[in-house]
């Protein structure tokens, strides 16, 4: 079955740092991968999205490369500001037309200090 | 544009006790998922629904089951309530023809004492 593998936390960075949570995953196909990000007492908001192999999602200064060679969607944010301070959540999706229940790692918990 | 929402908010029920959670999709979206997110944990698949039948079902038992209503909104049930199903309960809505791109709603906070 589907799997996700995400970096254990808390991952606790000063601001400005570079960040980096590796993610990686087992499915069957090609499954769409997402980040999704959990602000405290929040549902989830999702981040960014990457669909095919070597697609490359975006946004608010995060990305990150949908990798099929490395079954990998590592999250990367070239300089991390105190606001980014989230639970982050790897998750996949098949996309191969059949229902779809997203399958989601366990989470890593950022902590950006000022 | 109204995005997904759920009531209620927050829910305190007693062992073996039943208890129903709604959630509205958002505008235009037909197709409803449920997820259980156990504290420090990700969200659990429980099933999806579109035209008011149950497309997929994740790895819970019979007391979790749902419903679909024609304006595309959903319940979600559990009966015989455990101390285990305390969690968070996560409704996200989709459209069908790119239902793995999802999107939740704040959830509804469920404590079983």
């Known amino acids: 079955g589907n799997s996700v593998t995400q970096m254990e936390g808390p991952v606790t960075l000063s601001e400005e740092a570079f960040l980096t949570i590796n993610c990686t995953y087992t499915?069957?196909?090609?499954?769409?991968l997402f980040w999704y990000v959990q602000y405290p007492g929040e549902g989830l908001q999702l981040l960014l999205k990457?669909?095919?192999?070597?697609d490359k999602g975006s946004n608010k200064g995060f990305e990150a490369t949908y990798r099929k060679e490395t079954t990998s969607f590592h999250l990367e944010k070239g300089s991390v500001q105190v606001s980014d301070s989230a639970v982050y959540f790897c998750?996949?999706?098949?996309?191969?037309?059949?229902?779809?229940?997203?399958?989601f790692g366990k989470g890593t918990h950022l902590i950006i200090q000022p | 544009d109204a995005g997904v929402t759920q009531s209620p908010t927050h829910l305190i029920k007693t062992r073996g006790q039943q208890v129903t959670l709604r959630c509205s999709p958002k505008?235009?979206?037909?197709?409803v998922s449920w997820y259980q997110q156990a504290l420090g944990q990700g969200p659990q698949f429980i099933f999806q629904?579109?035209?008011?039948?149950?497309?997929q079902r994740g790895n819970f038992p019979d007391r979790f089951s749902g419903h679909q209503f024609p304006n595309y909104s959903s319940e979600l049930n559990v009966n015989a309530l455990l101390l285990g199903d305390s969690a968070l309960y996560l409704c996200?809505?989709?459209?069908?023809?790119?239902?793995?791109?999802?999107?939740f709603g704040p959830g509804t906070r469920l404590t079983v004492t």
């Open positions: 996200a809505s989709s459209f069908l023809t790119v239902s793995y791109e999802q999107y």
């Open positions: 499915a069957t196909g090609y499954p769409s």
């Open positions: 990457a669909t095919k192999a070597d």
């Open positions: 998750a996949l999706g098949d996309s191969g037309g059949g229902a779809d229940g997203l399958t």
């Open positions: 505008s235009g979206h037909d197709t």
């Open positions: 629904y579109y035209e008011e039948e149950e497309r």
